[in-house]
């Protein structure tokens, strides 16, 4: 997420100098970059004032050669094929050894028969919007002089934070919640623009209740709270849309309103085109640029329609199975029965808090707009994006949650900007239907921040300090009993307060201090066992690789443990055998040109136990019981440790000292007598006889026995899997199961006894 300095200065004073970058850093908050706009045009970008202008003829486009007063003895001249500007007009000018953003230098050319020294510029290539029908022309009263600085004058003078948002922090993806960070940061004061004035607001309408299908059409007011933003001028007497919300879970709050009579044609203001621009999102239309504008201002994901284009009341509800709505991006998409949309008389028309559709959408000549602003489960959000794999802008916000009482404050804010600079006039009601569920209090112990952080933290500092976040906080019975604000929905335990607690006061203040190492013998015998073996087949010149756990249906043949949430649909398994991953890798090195190749692999494999079901579901209000842990137990798969070799090329490489020698099955063998031996067996205990094992080859395979119990196999890969793999002949591998090995005795030390002192 990108935020330009002088949109946090709105909201938040800061004060000067002050390291913005390290503050964040301070709070949790990771600055991927900080962007000087000024150095993002290099070179010489001064004011000009256009002199003379000379139409050049016979050309396919028009073409213009100016005279242009730099504030030097002669004026520039510079070949033009612009025409949004006239003689007398101030205008941006890059001089020769200037270079524009994305490395495009700037020089003295003929071109069009006329020697061009500079270029007058657009917004577009300055990179400071998408404007590109023009050059950029100063407004008349600009108080600016030829030759000085344009940076200044055509918005290249702002630093710009580029920001990584963990998940657990929604209310961080806005500048509302950045700003609110840096007051926090430098004890400043913060003007919240999620907040409303007490200022008189048209009627509106409010239907709570806790059932499905609340709905409100207008036709009576509700009581306000205070500090709601203003309406805009000019309400008409038209009632708030129809709105049907058929699932409360699903949604819980539903607010819309409408403008009518907008001017198509009217631009979006260009500090709002500056910032989306910085913001790396593309200026589509006034009405468009508006519900983003406010999404990255207040965190408040919108959609407008086109009220022209829908039919009917809107509804909200669950999808049918199967059916169809093509998204904004042009997606014929088919919907899931756990996926919300908004619909009309004709069906989906958007899908809920990821993405719009194309039926009801904004059009260049729409001239009446409805405004929604919602409240949208992040759970349902999150399996909706996944599920269409529509990581949205909007999408992104709903996952990590978005404040509820913000829907009717953007909507005030989207009308009166709508208002202000498209025209038009706003339906009289606001239709407002809330059936959010308030916070939980939560009851902590004013000590427990000073006890978890070793922190004296005293019980005025952590009051002080959780109203800083916005918390409500009374003191009952020597305990405090504290109510999040509704932009925090990640603070739901005594624990996320502690941590408010220590991240605003500073992580630096908290002590480090190493813990005292537990007595005991260190490794245990498995882990010595497991690290002797890695030793010695590193040692044999097998290089360690560590894979993904995760496969897919084709390496799986037999019963495997299915993943609930895979990283990827194409690997849902976990691995019955390390043979699969490390065969891939093998694969994925020689195709980059490593032919002779020797690799080694310890870990886990997951063997699903016969007739285990799901794990039984235990709350957090209790400690389970044995019973239920060993249900719990029961249901987890067996994680045996192996070890596995592959190899391919050649073993010993061909000098001067001889021809070298391919790899073989020999070979594969070979490794599992040095792991057996590295694991402390004895060689007279090993057997190794011949055998058939898929996916070895049936005659060069070999079963590797200790004390007569088969623990893995070695030898030659089967010439099928070898051609499915594209792996080369001869591919040799081995695979043990350490964890069947005889564990051994053992021998502890005696010391010598003490003498006794006579």
Same mark, same amino acid.
């Given at each position: 997420?990108?935020i330009p300095?002088?949109?946090?200065?709105?909201?938040?004073?800061?004060p000067a100098g002050?390291?913005?970058a390290?503050a964040?850093v301070?709070?949790?908050?990771?600055?991927?970059?900080?962007i000087?706009q000024?150095a993002?045009?290099?070179?010489?970008?001064? @004011?000009?004032?256009?002199?003379?202008i000379?139409e050049l003829t016979?050309?396919?486009k028009?073409?213009r050669f100016c005279?242009?007063d730099?504030?030097?003895?002669q004026?520039?001249?510079i070949?033009?094929?612009a025409?949004?500007f006239?003689a007398?007009?101030?205008v941006?000018?890059?001089l020769p050894?200037?270079?524009l953003?994305?490395g495009?230098?700037i020089g003295?050319?003929k071109?069009?028969?006329?020697?061009?020294?500079?270029?007058i510029?657009?917004?577009?290539?300055l990179g400071v919007?998408?404007?590109?029908?023009g050059?950029i022309v100063?407004?008349p009263e600009?108080?600016a002089?030829?030759?000085?600085d344009?940076?200044p004058y055509?918005?290249?003078?702002?630093?710009v934070?580029e920001?990584?948002?963990?998940p657990?922090?929604g209310?961080?993806m806005? @500048?509302?919640?950045i700003?609110?960070?840096?007051?926090?940061a430098?004890?400043?004061?913060?003007?919240?623009?999620?907040l409303?004035t007490?200022?008189?607001?048209?009627?509106?309408?409010?239907a709570?209740?806790?059932g499905?299908?609340?709905?409100?059409?207008?036709?009576s007011?509700a009581?306000?709270?205070?500090?709601?933003?203003?309406?805009?001028?000019?309400?008409?007497?038209?009632?708030a849309y129809? @709105?049907?919300?058929?699932?409360?879970v699903?949604c819980?709050?539903?607010a819309a309103r409408?403008?009518?009579?907008?001017?198509?044609?009217?631009?979006?203001?260009?500090?709002?085109?500056?910032?989306?621009?910085?913001?790396g999102?593309?200026?589509?239309?006034?009405?468009?640029?508006i519900? /983003?504008y406010?999404?990255?201002?207040l965190g408040?994901?919108?959609?407008?329609?086109?009220?022209?284009?829908?039919?009917?009341?809107?509804?909200?509800?669950r999808?049918?199975?199967?059916?169809?709505?093509?998204t904004?991006?042009?997606?014929a998409r088919?919907l899931d029965?756990?996926?919300m949309?908004i619909?009309?008389?004709?069906?989906?028309?958007?899908?809920?808090?990821?993405?719009?559709?194309e039926?009801?959408e904004?059009?260049?000549?729409?001239?009446?707009?409805?405004?929604?602003?919602?409240?949208?489960?992040?759970?349902m959000v999150?399996r909706?994006?996944?599920?269409h794999?529509?990581f949205?802008?909007?999408a992104?916000?709903? !996952?990590?949650?978005?404040?509820?009482?913000?829907p009717l404050?953007?909507?005030?804010?989207?009308v009166?900007l709508?208002?202000e600079?498209g025209?038009?006039?706003?339906?009289g009601?606001v239709?407002?239907i809330?059936?959010?569920?308030p916070?939980?209090s939560l009851?902590?112990?004013?000590?427990?921040?000073?006890?978890?952080?070793?922190v004296p933290y005293?019980?005025?500092?952590?009051?002080?300090?959780l109203t800083?976040?916005?918390?409500?906080v009374?003191?009952?019975?020597g305990s405090?009993v504290v109510?999040p604000p509704?932009?925090?929905?990640d603070?739901?335990?005594?624990?996320?307060?502690?941590?408010e607690v220590?991240?605003?006061?500073g992580?630096?203040?908290?002590?480090?201090?190493?813990p005292?190492?537990?007595?005991? /013998?260190?490794l245990t015998?498995?882990q010595?066992r497991?690290?002797?073996?890695?030793?010695?087949l590193?040692?044999?010149?097998y @290089?360690e690789?560590?894979?993904?756990p995760?496969?897919?249906p084709?390496?799986?043949?037999?019963?495997?443990v299915?993943l609930?949430n895979?990283?990827s649909?194409?690997?849902?398994?976990?691995?019955?055998s390390?043979l699969?991953?490390?065969l891939?890798?093998?694969k994925?090195?020689?195709?980059?040109?490593h032919?002779?190749?020797?690799?080694y692999?310890?870990?886990s494999?997951?063997?699903p136990?016969?007739?285990?079901?799901?794990?039984p579901?235990?709350?957090?209000?209790?400690?389970?019981?044995?019973?239920?842990?060993?249900?719990?137990?029961?249901?987890?798969?067996?994680?045996?440790?192996?070890?596995?070799?592959?190899l391919?090329g050649?073993m010993?490489?061909?000098?001067?000292?001889?021809s070298?020698r391919?790899a073989?099955w020999?070979?594969?063998i070979?490794?599992a007598?040095v792991?057996v031996?590295?694991?402390?067996i004895?060689? !007279?205990?090993?057997?190794? !006889?011949?055998a058939?094992?898929p996916?070895w080859?049936?005659g060069?395979?070999?079963?590797i026995?200790?004390?007569?119990?088969?623990?893995?196999?070695a030898?030659?890969?089967?010439?099928s899997?070898?051609?499915a793999?594209?792996l080369?002949r001869?591919t040799?591998?081995?695979?043990?199961d350490?964890?069947?090995l005889?564990?051994?005795?053992?021998?502890?030390?005696?010391?010598?006894p003490?003498?006794?002192?006579?």
């Amino acid at each position: 997420m990108r935020i330009p300095l002088s949109w946090l200065r709105e909201y938040v004073d800061l004060p000067a100098g002050a390291d913005v970058a390290d503050a964040l850093v301070r709070l949790g908050i990771e600055v991927d970059a900080v962007i000087d706009q000024r150095a993002t045009v290099q070179g010489d970008l001064v @004011v000009g004032r256009v002199a003379e202008i000379e139409e050049l003829t016979g050309f396919k486009k028009p073409i213009r050669f100016c005279k242009v007063d730099i504030g030097r003895e002669q004026p520039q001249e510079i070949v033009c094929g612009a025409t949004n500007f006239a003689a007398g007009d101030l205008v941006a000018v890059i001089l020769p050894g200037g270079v524009l953003p994305g490395g495009f230098e700037i020089g003295a050319r003929k071109t069009y028969g006329r020697m061009s020294a500079g270029m007058i510029v657009s917004a577009r290539e300055l990179g400071v919007s998408d404007e590109h029908a023009g050059i950029i022309v100063l407004p008349p009263e600009t108080a600016a002089s030829p030759g000085e600085d344009a940076r200044p004058y055509v918005g290249l003078d702002d630093v710009v934070f580029e920001l990584e948002i963990t998940p657990d922090r929604g209310y961080a993806m806005s @500048v509302r919640g950045i700003a609110r960070e840096l007051s926090h940061a430098f004890d400043a004061p913060f003007r919240d623009p999620g907040l409303a004035t007490s200022a008189p607001r048209s009627e509106a309408t409010r239907a709570d209740g806790a059932g499905s299908g609340s709905s409100a059409s207008g036709a009576s007011a509700a009581s306000r709270a205070p500090g709601l933003a203003t309406s805009a001028p000019g309400a008409t007497a038209e009632p708030a849309y129809p @709105v049907i919300v058929e699932d409360t879970v699903g949604c819980d709050r539903f607010a819309a309103r409408a403008v009518r009579g907008i001017d198509p044609a009217a631009p979006s203001p260009e500090f709002m085109r500056r910032r989306l621009t910085t913001a790396g999102i593309r200026t589509l239309g006034l009405a468009i640029d508006i519900t /983003n504008y406010l999404m990255l201002e207040l965190g408040q994901p919108m959609h407008a329609f086109d009220v022209t284009r829908v039919r009917g009341p809107l509804v909200v509800r669950r999808a049918t199975q199967g059916e169809k709505l093509t998204t904004l991006d042009g997606v014929a998409r088919v919907l899931d029965a756990e996926d919300m949309v908004i619909c009309d008389e004709t069906g989906p028309i958007s899908l809920a808090a990821v993405m719009g559709g194309e039926t009801s959408e904004v059009q260049p000549d729409t001239v009446d707009v409805l405004f929604e602003a919602a409240h949208w489960d992040p759970v349902m959000v999150g399996r909706t994006a996944r599920r269409h794999k529509l990581f949205s802008e909007a999408a992104k916000r709903w !996952e990590r949650g978005v404040d509820p009482a913000l829907p009717l404050v953007a909507l005030d804010r989207a009308v009166a900007l709508l208002v202000e600079y498209g025209g038009g006039a706003t339906d009289g009601n606001v239709l407002d239907i809330d059936n959010v569920v308030p916070h939980r209090s939560l009851t902590i112990d004013p000590t427990l921040p000073g006890r978890r952080a070793g922190v004296p933290y005293s019980e005025a500092r952590v009051v002080e300090t959780l109203t800083a976040v916005g918390c409500d906080v009374a003191t009952v019975d020597g305990s405090l009993v504290v109510t999040p604000p509704t932009w925090r929905p990640d603070l739901t335990e005594p624990a996320d307060l502690v941590e408010e607690v220590i991240r605003l006061d500073g992580y630096d203040k908290v002590p480090s201090v190493l813990p005292v190492a537990p007595p005991g /013998n260190g490794l245990t015998p498995s882990q010595r066992r497991r690290r002797a073996v890695a030793l010695a087949l590193a040692e044999g010149g097998y @290089v360690e690789v560590l894979s993904y756990p995760f496969v897919g249906p084709s390496a799986v043949d037999g019963p495997a443990v299915r993943l609930a949430n895979p990283l990827s649909d194409e690997e849902p398994f976990l691995r019955t055998s390390l043979l699969p991953p490390l065969l891939a890798t093998l694969k994925r090195n020689i195709g980059r040109g490593h032919r002779d190749t020797a690799l080694y692999e310890l870990g886990s494999v997951f063997l699903p136990r016969p007739g285990a079901g799901s794990p039984p579901e235990m709350g957090v209000e209790r400690r389970p019981t044995e019973e239920e842990f060993a249900a719990a137990d029961a249901t987890v798969p067996h994680q045996p440790w192996h070890a596995a070799v592959v190899l391919a090329g050649e073993m010993e490489p061909a000098g001067w000292w001889g021809s070298g020698r391919p790899a073989g099955w020999a070979d594969a063998i070979e490794a599992a007598r040095v792991a057996v031996a590295a694991a402390g067996i004895a060689d !007279e205990r090993v057997t190794v !006889e011949a055998a058939e094992q898929p996916p070895w080859h049936p005659g060069r395979c070999a079963a590797i026995a200790v004390d007569g119990v088969t623990i893995g196999h070695a030898g030659e890969l089967h010439p099928s899997a070898l051609a499915a793999l594209e792996l080369p002949r001869r591919t040799s591998a081995m695979e043990l199961d350490l964890d069947a090995l005889p564990r051994l005795v053992s021998r502890r030390r005696r010391g010598c006894p003490a003498s006794r002192p006579r």
